[in-house]
């Protein structure tokens, strides 16, 4: 059974950092990509980043770029979301997944999902 657990949310200024880790386990993961969406109350989710399984190939979220990076550890089986000058509509409950096969936005190909961690921005 794959388990994706996150973890690093909080509490933080606008302006401030934070840095998401989600450790997978149940198999080997080299050859699935790795996501990130978030879900804020009342909103559907949304994309925020993806990377292949190599780590060469990111995508992100017009509303994120240049602020979130992606990455990962093969070797550990965790992937990462570096989110800088966070702002309060960053606030969200922050979802890890992976899929077998390239890098996607839509959510409904992602096959596991992790049980999320809040990112909460003040203002």
């Known amino acids: 059974q794959v388990q994706l657990v996150e973890s690093g949310g909080g509490l933080v200024q606008a302006g401030g950092s934070l840095r998401l880790s989600c450790a997978a386990s149940?198999?080997?993961?080299?050859?699935?990509?790795m996501g990130w969406f978030r879900q804020a109350p009342g909103k559907e989710r949304e994309f925020v980043a993806a990377i292949g399984w190599s780590g060469g190939s990111t995508y992100y979220a017009d509303s994120v770029k240049g602020r979130f990076t992606i990455s990962r550890d093969n070797a550990k089986n965790t992937v990462y979301l570096q989110m800088n000058t966070l702002k309060p509509e960053d606030t969200a409950v922050y979802y890890c997944?992976?899929?077998?096969?390239?890098?996607?936005?839509?959510?409904?190909?992602?096959?596991?999902w992790g049980q999320g961690t809040q990112v909460t921005v003040s203002s």
């Open positions: 997944t992976t899929r077998r096969g390239v890098a996607t936005g839509r959510a409904e190909q992602y096959d596991y």
């Open positions: 149940g198999r080997t993961f080299v050859s699935y990509a």
